[in-house]
Every structure is written in structure tokens, then in C-alpha cells.
């Protein structure tokens, strides 16, 4: 079975902070993504990587940057974190076959 | 950009109830997937469709691919409080989109005892 974890299920930060969102898959995947979902506004894609070291802006990257270091891992950084970045975060892993995305539990992140 | 239009968008049966949803696009898609997801959670894979009007079992549910990879349907049988949550389709991309998925808006689904 296909594992992604992510560093915290619950987060909370303050409006400027600086936020770390780490993800981990064990199944040597090349494609990484992150996403972020709202009610109403659905999964929208934040970033994606297919390699490491490789990063590509997704629907909407402002306010976030990302980072690839190892194949297993892929992080999500808030530069400066604001209210409207409160959100919940998912990370998802692809396997080679039919498009398959596989989602860790999510962060649900709120900015204070 | 590609579209995916997921219906209904709320639902709410009794149990022992059947229900269909609906993903529908202009689109063509090289396969299907839908998911579900329990609140707080992540989404679950549920099934992969990839050719042109097949169709796929998993115990009570049904899926379908539509001939022209256009369109999808999950169809739950004698719908269980168990059945109930939030789900997904989504459709895989060609070529350079290969790998990225274009989801549907959801369907809640709440299945009353």
C-alpha cells in the first residue's frame, strides 16, 4: 500500500509567520503535489514536482513556495503566512500507472 | 481548461436507498478516478477507470466510464450511514498534462439510519 504522511494534521500560526508543510511518500514516486481545499472552491492545485529539485506553479501558487530535496519528500512553505491562507493542505503522490494520486490525512492549517 | 462538473452536489437519503453521481465534462479524459473522503481525512482512492465504457464493481458501488472518456457515474446500491461522505472524481490528463488531475466540485453524501 501506497504511504503519505504529512508533519501535522493540525496547525496553528500566526498572521506572518513563517509555515513548513512536510510531506512523505514511501513508494519512490517521481510526481509530488500540493493542493489546498476550501468549501465550496474544491481541490485546487498549489504546486507540483516530478523530480527532485523539479518544481512547477500549479492554479495558485501566490503566497507559497515549495521544496524538493529528496525523492520521498516534498515541502510546502508560507513565506508570511495571512488569514486567508487558513485552509486545509493535502499531499498527494503518483503512481507511474493511469494518473493515480495518492493523498495523505491533510493539514488543516489556521491562521490567527 | 479543462472542466469537470460533479453532481449533485448535496445528498441526502434514507438508508436502503440507491443513488447515482454524475461527473460530466466537455473533455476527454485519459482515465477516471473517484475518491472519497471522510471529514478531517484525506481522499481515498476508490476506483480507476481507463477505457472507453467500462464499468466497475466494488461491492455495492458501481462505476462507469462513459464511451467517449467524456463523462463518469457512481451508482451506490442500498446506500449504507456507512456510505456516507464527500465524494470526488477526477479526471487524468494527456501529454504534457499526464499526471495532473482536474476534479470535480464533489458530492456530499449523507445517508440517514
Known amino acids: 500500500d501506497v504511504k503519505v504522511t504529512q508533519s501535522s494534521r493540525y496547525l496553528v500560526k500566526r498572521t506572518g509567520e513563517k509555515v513548513f508543510l512536510e510531506c512523505v511518500q514511501d513508494?519512490?514516486?517521481?510526481?509530488m503535489f500540493w493542493y489546498r481545499q476550501d468549501p465550496g472552491l474544491g481541490l485546487r492545485l498549489i504546486y507540483f514536482?516530478?523530480?527532485?529539485?523539479?518544481?512547477e506553479k500549479g492554479d495558485i501558487p501566490e503566497g507559497y513556495s515549495v521544496s524538493r530535496e529528496k525523492k520521498e519528500r516534498f515541502s510546502l512553505i508560507l513565506e508570511s503566512a495571512s488569514t486567508n491562507q487558513t485552509s486545509m493542505y493535502l499531499c498527494?503522490?503518483?503512481?507511474?500507472?493511469?494518473?493515480?494520486?495518492?493523498f495523505g490525512p491533510g493539514t488543516r492549517l489556521t491562521v490567527l | 481548461t479543462q472542466l469537470l462538473e460533479q453532481s449533485p452536489q448535496f445528498l441526502s437519503i434514507q438508508e436502503g436507498e440507491n443513488l447515482t453521481v454524475y461527473c460530466n465534462s466537455s473533455?476527454?479524459?485519459?482515465?477516471l478516478q473517484w475518491y472519497r473522503q471522510e471529514p478531517g481525512e484525506g481522499p481515498v482512492l476508490l476506483v480507476t477507470?481507463?477505457?472507453?465504457?467500462e464499468v466497475k464493481k466494488l461491492k455495492r458501488l458501481t462505476f462507469q466510464f462513459g464511451d467517449a472518456r467524456k463523462d463518469s457515474s457512481l451508482h451506490i446500491t442500498a446506500a449504507q450511514p456507512g456510505d456516507t461522505g464527500l465524494y470526488l472524481c477526477?479526471?487524468?490528463?494527456?501529454?504534457?498534462?499526464?499526471?495532473?488531475?482536474?476534479f470535480g466540485q464533489g458530492t456530499i453524501l449523507t445517508v440517514h439510519p
Open positions: 477507470v481507463v477505457t472507453g465504457g
Open positions: 477526477a479526471g487524468g490528463g494527456y501529454g504534457t498534462s499526464y499526471g495532473k488531475l482536474t
Open positions: 513508494m519512490d514516486h517521481e510526481n
Open positions: 473533455s476527454v479524459f485519459s482515465s
Open positions: 514536482s516530478y523530480d527532485v529539485k523539479m518544481k
Open positions: 498527494a503522490s503518483l503512481a507511474a500507472s493511469y494518473n493515480e494520486q495518492f
